[in-house]
């Protein structure tokens, strides 16, 4: 029993140096920019916007360690775009929780040069459709957009 005390000693030990920011419950609350500075995935991808890194990033450490500086700024980018238009939307201001639901966004493993440059992501909105979206989208920003269900819409930045 003593053993495996330790063991769970050892590795919240092993944890905590792999972790550097003081409010970090588990290694998935941090990433590290292609610059080397650690944040918070849960921190915004642009001020006060409700898109947040972990919308964003991979679910698996080892994949966000292939964040180059082109596909951190595509997020940016994109992350930009869309709270841009959301701002636009009349309910913005009385939110008081996330209305988005990112389901994928930058996936270094998918061979579809969006996806694996942090150029799309696939989302809704709470109380809007995806005909709603793809309408206000277009009319906001620049950004490609399609309907992939009653809700869902895939949002792309434009091809260069």
């Given at each position: 029993?003593?053993?495996s005390l330790r063991g769970g000693h050892e590795k919240a030990i092993q944890l905590s140096r792999l972790m550097q920011l003081p409010f970090s419950q588990?290694?998935?609350?941090?990433?590290?920019?292609p610059e080397g500075?650690?944040?918070y995935s849960f921190?915004?991808?642009v001020y006060d916007s409700w898109l947040i890194w972990s919308d964003a990033l991979p679910d698996v450490l080892e994949q966000r360690q292939e964040l180059t500086q082109d596909t951190y700024d595509n997020i940016i980018c994109l992350a930009d775009s869309l709270h841009?238009?959301?701002?636009?939307l009349p309910d913005y201001r009385s939110l008081r929780e996330t209305p988005f639901r990112v389901t994928r966004w930058w996936d270094p493993t998918e061979r579809d040069e969006r996806?694996?440059?942090?150029?799309?992501?696939?989302f809704s909105i709470k109380e809007y459709?995806?005909?709603?979206?793809v309408r206000m989208i277009q009319k906001k920003t620049d950004l490609a957009v399609t309907p992939v269900s009653k809700r869902y819409v895939e949002a792309y930045l434009p091809d260069e």
């Open positions: 029993m003593g053993e588990e290694e998935l609350d941090e990433f590290v920019t500075e650690v944040f921190r915004s991808i841009g238009f959301h701002q636009s996806w694996n440059a942090g150029r799309a992501a696939l459709t995806a005909t709603d979206l």
